[in-house]
């Protein structure tokens, strides 16, 4: 019982950490690209950049603070 959701637990750790990096990258992007430009009436791009590059950091580091408690508790 204890190792399916330990595997339950490491892949969403995982999840969290990728969903992270990929709206790290994509803050990037947009601040790089879309200077000035509006990005479907949200917004000026740049702007939804650099939220997406500070929320993509933030789930990342959660991710990986995730991964660390799952493997120190021994649930994965």
Known sequence: MAGSRGIGL???AFAVYIIGGIGTFA???LIM???G???WGWGEGRAIGYL???A????SVLGVLLM???R?????
Not at 72 to 76: E, I, V
């Open 68 to 70: 660390r408690i799952f």
């Open 27 to 29: 803050g990037v992007a």
């Open 56 to 59: 993509g950091l933030c789930l």
């Open 37 to 39: 430009r509006d990005l």
């Open 72 to 76: 120190n508790r021994g649930l994965s």
């Open 33 to 35: 690209f879309m200077r």
């Open 10 to 12: 490491a892949i969403v």
């Open 52 to 54: 997406f590059l500070c």
